[in-house]
């Protein structure tokens, strides 16, 4: 494991609330320009004479400061806006925030003291078709990666290159457009590498360091030159051939079999269809990190760059509450029955709680998720009704009844975590942590519940250590809640 240091992000400071506040209740209803939301999240509002307020959610991204004063996107941690709109108007009638501050340890390494290390990178783009899937996957997988550009294509796909670096990603030169070096003349070079360099004028933000010369010719002459500009010349250790076309099976073996601490991959985003490339990325880049590997730029790679801070969860703050939520249990393992669930997320904590992927550990306990991208949120059936739970949000409902929940469920990296004991006693199942184990075990219970609710006393429901997590308020308690509200039991 890498050698991190123990302090995290400040704690939040009233502007780090306010301006993402603003920066949200500026933005329209409409969140089309933000290619963070869940698909499906941005299509049209639908006319309905229903008088019912439709509701929908909205991702904004966070970011976080680099080293040197660069600030780039974290993936996975989401700023949300809620909204509840009059059907009939299409005007907001409730608007519910929930703040986001990721919680970030900045990495001091030494040679050695870091997990194996590869740097993937594509030559011949930035293509407007395929370089964005390649940066979507990247992204995903919180991963980066190297773009060697041709200069001549930088001027018409400088908003790819921007998301580019502001992903974390490096960008590159490989000329202007793909002349062998070793047949220009110095002065020639030197001029390729000039006008490539005023290309990347205003758009690449960062020290531009490397360039690959096309077709990887480089003879003592055309290194001293690219070395005379202030470039350093970048070759590479694994090569698929992706540019032929193979297919993406091939592709991805090649580079898992040839995988290596201190590897360079050469791929192609550009100079032809590469979709093969595209696929074959979505099957390396989890399989890397999955084998432990860090997937870095060329310059982090070779030490002349700082990787930026590593995100361990976030700091949720909805309405008044603030909630620290805590990543790094990636040895935690969730059974089912005896069975161990596999997760896309390893599980987080709030408050000493777990919050665990929910689809495949509701899944495995018999009640099948369905996800809603327009109010970000899951339902499934539990014991005694249908259970709706939206996420970063205190919003929990059991048959259209609303609950009292002192833990909110989460989206992050991706993925719906919901607590552990939410989830359990929902399916009238039990949880336990078995601490030398580091294991959170669900044994499945009956799935009924013979409790008649009119006969029920105030009903409140604790961990195991006594904490109470979830109540029903009796109608004794409902006038001290906001507009009156029903809740119901758990």
Same mark, same amino acid.
């Given at each position: 494991?890498?050698?991190?240091?123990?302090?995290?992000?400040?704690?939040?400071?009233?502007?780090?609330?306010?301006? =993402?506040?603003?920066?949200?209740?500026?933005?329209?209803?409409?969140?089309?320009?933000?290619?963070?939301?869940?698909?499906?999240?941005?299509?049209?509002?639908?006319?309905?004479? @229903?008088?019912?307020?439709?509701?929908?959610?909205?991702?904004?991204?966070?970011?976080?400061?680099?080293?040197?004063?660069?600030?780039?996107?974290?993936?996975?941690?989401? #700023?949300?806006?809620?909204?509840?709109?009059?059907?009939?108007?299409?005007?907001? !009638?409730?608007? @519910?925030?929930?703040?986001?501050?990721?919680?970030?340890?900045?990495?001091?390494?030494?040679?050695?003291?870091?997990?194996?290390?590869?740097?993937?990178?594509?030559?011949?783009?930035?293509?407007?078709?395929?370089?964005?899937?390649?940066?979507?996957?990247?992204?995903? #997988?919180? +991963?980066?990666?190297?773009?060697?550009?041709?200069?001549?294509?930088?001027?018409?796909?400088?908003?790819?290159?921007?998301?580019?670096?502001?992903?974390?990603?490096?960008?590159?030169?490989?000329?202007?457009?793909?002349?062998?070096?070793?047949?220009?003349?110095?002065?020639?070079?030197?001029?390729?590498?000039?006008?490539?360099?005023? $290309?990347?004028?205003? !758009?690449?933000?960062?020290?531009?360091?490397?360039?690959?010369?096309?077709?990887?010719?480089?003879?003592?002459?055309?290194?001293?030159?690219?070395?005379?500009?202030?470039?350093?010349?970048?070759?590479?250790?694994?090569?698929?051939?992706?540019?032929?076309?193979?297919?993406?099976?091939?592709?991805?073996?090649?580079?898992? $079999?040839?995988?290596?601490?201190? $590897?360079? !991959?050469?791929?192609?985003?550009?100079?032809?269809?590469?979709?093969?490339?595209?696929? +074959?990325?979505?099957?390396?880049?989890? @399989?890397?990190?999955?084998?432990?590997?860090? &997937? *870095?730029?060329?310059?982090?790679?070779?030490?002349?760059?700082?990787? =930026?801070?590593?995100?361990?969860?976030?700091?949720?703050?909805?309405?008044?509450?603030?909630?620290?939520?805590? $990543?790094?249990?990636?040895?935690?393992? !969730?059974? *089912?029955?005896?069975?161990?669930?596999?997760?896309?997320?390893?599980? *987080?904590?709030?408050?000493?709680?777990?919050?665990? #992927?929910?689809?495949?550990?509701?899944?495995? &306990?018999?009640?099948?998720?369905?996800?809603?991208?327009?109010?970000?949120?899951?339902?499934?059936?539990?014991?005694?009704?249908?259970?709706?739970?939206?996420?970063?949000?205190?919003?929990?409902?059991?048959?259209?009844?609303?609950?009292?929940?002192?833990?909110?469920?989460?989206?992050?990296?991706?993925?719906?975590?919901?607590?552990?004991?939410?989830?359990?006693?929902?399916?009238?199942?039990?949880?336990?942590?078995?601490?030398?184990?580091?294991?959170? @075990?669900?044994?499945?219970? =009956?799935?009924?519940?013979?409790?008649?609710?009119?006969?029920?006393?105030?009903?409140?429901?604790?961990?195991?250590?006594?904490?109470?997590?979830?109540?029903?308020?009796?109608?004794?308690?409902?006038?001290?809640?906001?507009?009156?509200?029903?809740?119901?039991?758990?």
């Amino acid at each position: 494991m890498p050698a991190l240091s123990s302090q995290s992000s400040p704690q939040l400071r009233p502007l780090t609330l306010i301006i =993402p506040a603003l920066l949200l209740l500026a933005c329209s209803a409409s969140s089309a320009a933000w290619p963070w939301s869940p698909a499906g999240q941005n299509s049209p509002m639908h006319s309905t004479r @229903e008088t019912q307020p439709v509701e929908t959610a909205d991702l904004f991204p966070t970011w976080a400061d680099w080293p040197g004063g660069r600030r780039v996107m974290v993936p996975g941690v989401y #700023h949300t806006r809620r909204m509840r709109m009059d059907a009939r108007t299409g005007r907001p !009638v409730e608007i @519910e925030l929930t703040l986001a501050e990721p919680r970030l340890v900045h990495s001091h390494r030494t040679a050695g003291d870091h997990p194996p290390r590869i740097a993937l990178t594509f030559d011949d783009g930035p293509s407007a078709t395929h370089t964005p899937q390649i940066l979507d996957v990247f992204a995903e #997988h919180g +991963a980066r990666c190297t773009l060697f550009t041709l200069g001549r294509l930088v001027g018409s796909h400088r908003q790819i290159l921007r998301r580019a670096e502001q992903q974390g990603n490096e960008i590159a030169m490989h000329s202007w457009w793909h002349a062998d070096y070793t047949g220009l003349s110095n002065a020639q070079i030197r001029a390729d590498i000039a006008r490539c360099r005023a $290309a990347l004028e205003g !758009v690449a933000e960062q020290p531009v360091r490397w360039l690959r010369p096309p077709y990887g010719n480089a003879d003592a002459r055309v290194r001293q030159v690219i070395n005379d500009a202030g470039l350093r010349v970048a070759m590479w250790s694994v090569d698929p051939l992706d540019w032929r076309n193979p297919g993406s099976d091939v592709v991805a073996q090649h580079i898992l $079999a040839h995988a290596r601490d201190g $590897a360079v !991959v050469v791929l192609h985003d550009g100079g032809g269809n590469r979709a093969g490339t595209v696929a +074959a990325m979505r099957k390396v880049v989890p @399989e890397l990190k999955k084998r432990g590997f860090e &997937l *870095v730029t060329l310059s982090e790679l070779t030490g002349l760059a700082e990787p =930026p801070p590593v995100e361990r969860g976030m700091r949720l703050t909805i309405a008044d509450q603030v909630f620290d939520v805590k $990543a790094d249990f990636d040895d935690v393992k !969730v059974i *089912v029955d005896g069975v161990e669930v596999e997760l896309a997320e390893p599980p *987080v904590m709030i408050d000493d709680q777990f919050l665990a #992927h929910a689809r495949p550990v509701l899944d495995r &306990l018999g009640s099948p998720v369905r996800w809603d991208p327009e109010t970000l949120a899951v339902a499934f059936p539990g014991v005694r009704g249908e259970f709706v739970v939206k996420l970063n949000s205190l919003d929990v409902r059991l048959a259209g009844d609303r609950l009292l929940v002192k833990t909110p469920s989460i989206y992050y990296h991706g993925t719906a975590m919901l607590p552990v004991w939410l989830m359990a006693n929902a399916c009238g199942a039990t949880v336990r942590w078995d601490a030398d184990t580091r294991t959170v @075990e669900f044994t499945s219970g =009956p799935r009924t519940d013979r409790r008649p609710r009119a006969e029920e006393s105030l009903m409140t429901l604790h961990r195991s250590d006594g904490t109470r997590v979830c109540w029903w308020p009796r109608s004794s308690l409902l006038s001290r809640l906001p507009g009156g509200e029903d809740f119901a039991a758990i």
